[in-house]
Nanobody, 131 residues
Framework: QLQLVESGGGWVQPGGSLRLSCAASAAAFTSRYYTIGWFRQAPGKEREAVSC????????KYADSVIGRFTTSRDNVEKTVYLQMNSVKPEDTGVYFCAARWPPYPNGCKVLPDEGQFRDWGQGIQVTVSS
């Protein structure tokens, strides 16, 4: 099974930026294609999808609340997936998770994914946005 570890979380002020990383097990991204998702869960709220990236067709999908502010990308050399968070808001506060599925969904990320579509998850990392 794929091993995923998030890093780069912490505290930032509103309007600031943060980059989350999700490191995969050795050679995972260089040997296979994946459907990759980022999710977050705010205190007292349900877990929600933030973004999706599918290696088939290089399709990307973002939640309406983060369009224009968040960007997801993948580095096969470093075997790492990133979530660049710019112009952050207090409502971005929560625990962020990366998730992956192999083989990738042929039509993955055409719409925002459900968490049930993923089997392999990172441990989650806290992001706090406040003054």
């Amino acid at each position: 099974q794929l091993q995923l570890v998030e890093s780069g979380g912490g505290w930032v002020q509103p309007g600031g930026s943060l980059r989350l990383s999700c490191a995969a097990s050795a050679a995972a991204f260089t040997s296979r294609y994946y459907t990759i998702g980022w999710f977050r869960q705010a205190p007292g709220k349900e877990r929600e999808a933030v973004s999706c990236f599918n290696d088939i067709g290089s399709r990307k999908k973002y939640a309406d609340s983060v369009i224009g502010r968040f960007t997801t990308s993948r580095d096969n050399v470093e075997k790492t997936v990133y979530l660049q968070m710019n112009s952050v808001k207090p409502e971005d506060t929560g625990v962020y998770f990366c998730a992956a599925r192999w083989p990738p969904y042929p039509n993955g990320c055409k719409v925002l994914p459900d968490e049930g579509q993923f089997r392999d998850w990172g441990q989650g990392i806290q992001v706090t946005v406040s003054s």
